[in-house]
Structure formats: C-alpha cells, structure tokens
C-alpha cells in the first residue's frame, strides 16, 4: 500500500517565505500543522535520517505559530493556563508546559520563552490555541495582550549544529545550555536563538522576530553549512520514536491526560497555585490513571520498513487494550518500532511484540 499523495493547495492551506527554498532542495511530501505547510520528506524517510544523525540540517518549522502574551497580569495568566509552576520562571528560559483544558484533557504541549516576567512566547505544535487563550484572557479578567505573532521559526539540528552556529553566531553560541535563548542582531534586527529543537541530535531554533529577513539568513546557512554537508531537512518520523519524542495528534489528543503520556513531571499538582484542570488531574490521581504509553519493538520479519503504519488497535487473544501509533521502520534495531498506548497494565510481552521501555521524561530530560 502506498502512502504518497497529493495536498491540494488552497487559501486555507498556507505556504511560509521558505516553502520556494524546500522546493529547490527537493521536497517530496508535507504534512499540515496550523493550516501551514511544514516539510515530512526530502530525499526518503531513511536517508533523511542517517544525513541528520551524522551531519547537519536546515528546517522550515515555521508551521510552529507563536503567540505573544505580555501585560502586567500576564504571568498569573500563564499561571492559569498552564500545568507547571511559573511562580520562579527565568527570562532567558524556555519551558516545556503541557496545557489542558477544564477535564484534565490535552490541549497542547507548547514551549514557552520567558522575555521577561510580564512578556512570553508561546510555541505551538498542531493545535489552535490562539482563541483559547483569549478566551481565559478575557473571561477571568486578567486583561493581558494576547496576539498571534508574525514570528518565523527555522532549525538547525545535527550533531555538527553547534560548529555552525559557532561559525555563524560566534564563539558565545557554544555557551548557551539546553532549553535557554539569546537575543542576537541579524541584518540589524533582532532574532531569538534558542538551545531547543524536535530532535535529539542537538540543535538551535532561530526565531526571526522581522520576516523581512527570513530569505537572507536562509541563504546564509546554507553558505555557512557546505562545509558541514548541510542539507535543507525537517523533523524525521523515525528519529523521534527511537528517542521516544512524542506527537500531538498521535501519541496525545485532548482525551488524554499529561499522566497518561508521561508528562505527570510537568504537572505541579501540590503547589498552591490554581490552574485550569487542575481539580479534575487531583481528582484522577487519587483514582489512578488507567493509560500508559510504551515504545515497542516488533518480532515479525520484513524488509527495510517504507510503510508507516498509525492508531493500530491492539488485541490481546479477543480484547482490546490499547492503540499503536508512529510505527515506522527503525535502523537502529532493524525492526518496527512505535508506541502503545494501553489502558490495562502490561505485565507480560505479547508475541507480535516486546516493551522495551516505559516512555516517562524527567525535568532533566526536558525544561
């Protein structure tokens, strides 16, 4: 069965001032995120990843839209909307943050930039949060500006990224830690580049406050990176399952819990601060979460994998107990690899199938 196919384009479909620059390096296939085209495929789903776990990309991420909150009552807005305790948050900080809604149910899993204790950026993967958050914005009175930003966001991930960006930003870059940002003056504008990235190979997001620019820095990294065998690039299917980095849409929706995805550690539940979903994740900890998610190899033969297979249901002899998803062909344990997302505890491997972990991410793992 094939999985290619055409997205026809449309006023509802969005190109961004990089799609040109995808097109000339090769682009086979897209995805949609926030009504905006955002690049799956360039040369295959295999070759794509051994050039990234071994040199160095430029991705259009520009599908991320990022809305700007800031006022005076901001902090105690972002407070309220979001799980993790913001009471000591730090300018120059990025923050992984799960959003939920009055159930407890996902809404999102955003980062958040600290500019200032009154001013944030907040980061989107697929989810249309805008009209949310000016909805709390406004109801609870916190009065705060609430806007969706023109800000353009590109990536440059690989472990030869920070040769790059030291090449390209100078020396300094090779300081900033992981889920921290500074501010830089590109062509006399400012832009933000953060330690972050949806990879594990090590990365910058750049984020062009003045799209004015996005072209010219474009064509500069790729003249900075030849060096550095560069290729224009995007998030690859198979190196976020081998590292365990999951996807709203697919291992997450709004019925899920940030428990039952393993981001219980972003949750502050015993703090004083209220926060939207807070009674009903306090009242589900008490029960006990019934999900779980796994990543999972599986025993059957195949060849080199070219098919992607998603939200798979999972018997076990006659009863469901879960869904499969992101399964995709892994050359690390030349197997396929995903996730189960079960609502009974596993206590025994099946036989199509092994656990080989728990997915779980601690505050180390992630800001």
């Given at each position: 069965?094939?999985?290619?196919?055409?997205?026809?384009?449309?006023?509802?479909?969005?190109?961004?001032?990089?799609?040109?620059?995808?097109?000339?390096?090769?682009?086979?296939?897209?995805?949609?995120?926030?009504?905006?085209?955002?690049?799956?495929?360039?040369?295959?789903?295999?070759?794509?990843?051994?050039?990234?776990?071994?040199?160095?990309?430029?991705?259009?991420?520009?599908?991320?839209?990022?809305?700007?909150?800031?006022?005076?009552?901001?902090?105690?807005?972002?407070?309220?909307?979001?799980?993790?305790?913001?009471?000591?948050?730090?300018?120059?900080?990025?923050?992984?943050?799960?959003?939920?809604?009055?159930?407890?149910?996902?809404?999102?899993?955003?980062?958040?930039?600290?500019?200032?204790?009154?001013?944030?950026?907040?980061?989107?993967?697929?989810?249309?949060?805008?009209?949310?958050?000016?909805?709390?914005?406004?109801?609870?009175?916190?009065?705060?500006?609430?806007?969706?930003?023109?800000?353009?966001?590109?990536?440059?991930?690989?472990?030869?990224?920070?040769?790059?960006?030291?090449?390209?930003?100078?020396?300094?870059?090779?300081?900033?830690?992981?889920?921290?940002?500074?501010?830089?003056?590109?062509?006399?504008?400012?832009?933000?580049?953060?330690?972050?990235?949806?990879?594990?190979?090590?990365?910058?997001?750049?984020?062009?406050?003045?799209?004015?620019?996005?072209?010219?820095?474009?064509?500069?990294?790729?003249?900075?990176?030849?060096?550095?065998?560069?290729?224009?690039?995007?998030?690859?299917?198979?190196?976020?399952?081998?590292?365990?980095?999951?996807?709203?849409?697919?291992?997450?929706?709004?019925?899920?819990m940030p428990f039952d995805c393993g981001l219980g550690n972003f949750c502050d539940l015993e703090t004083d601060n209220d926060f939207i979903g807070k009674s009903a994740l306090l009242k589900q900890k008490q029960i006990g979460f019934e999900k779980d998610i796994y990543k999972i190899i599986f025993n059957f033969e195949s060849d080199d994998g070219s098919v992607f297979f998603n939200n798979l249901p999972v018997f076990k002899k006659d009863t469901?107990?879960?869904?499969?998803?992101?399964?995709?062909?892994?050359?690390?344990?030349?197997?396929?690899?995903?996730?189960?997302?079960?609502?009974?505890?596993?206590?025994?491997?099946?036989?199509?199938?092994?656990?080989?972990?728990?997915?779980?991410?601690?505050?180390?793992?992630?800001?």
């Open positions: 069965m094939s999985n290619d196919f055409l997205i026809s384009t449309s006023n509802r479909i969005k190109r961004t001032p990089f799609t040109s620059r995808n097109e000339i390096a090769g682009v086979k296939k897209y995805t949609v995120y926030n009504n905006i085209l955002l690049p799956t495929i360039f040369k295959s789903l295999k070759e794509d990843y051994y050039h990234l776990m071994e040199n160095v990309q430029l991705w259009d991420v520009c599908a991320q839209r990022i809305i700007e909150v800031k006022g005076n009552k901001s902090l105690s807005l972002m407070q309220y909307l979001f799980c993790r305790d913001f009471s000591n948050i730090s300018s120059g900080k990025v923050y992984y943050a799960p959003i939920v809604n009055f159930e407890g149910g996902l809404l999102n899993d955003p980062v958040v930039f600290c500019l200032a204790n009154n001013h944030f950026l907040i980061s989107l993967s697929d989810s249309d949060l805008f009209n949310w958050v000016s909805a709390i914005n406004n109801s609870k009175e916190f009065y705060s500006e609430v806007k969706e930003t023109d800000v353009l966001t590109i990536a440059i991930q690989g472990p030869k990224s920070e040769k790059l960006a030291k090449k390209l930003f100078g020396a300094e870059i090779k300081t900033l830690k992981y889920f921290n940002f500074t501010k830089l003056l590109f062509n006399k504008e400012e832009i933000i580049i953060s330690k972050t990235g949806y990879s594990k190979q090590s990365g910058y997001e750049i984020l062009l406050i003045n799209p004015n620019n996005a072209i010219m820095l474009w064509d500069l990294i790729m003249e900075k990176g030849k060096e550095f065998n560069i290729r224009v690039g995007c998030p690859n299917m198979i190196e976020r399952v081998e590292n365990n980095l999951l996807s709203y849409g697919n291992e997450m929706t709004n019925k899920d469901e107990i879960g869904k499969v998803t992101s399964v995709v062909w892994s050359p690390k344990y030349s197997k396929y690899l995903g996730f189960l997302i079960t609502s009974k505890c596993i206590k025994n491997n099946l036989d199509d199938y092994h656990i080989l972990d728990r997915v779980k991410f601690d505050l180390s793992d992630i800001c």
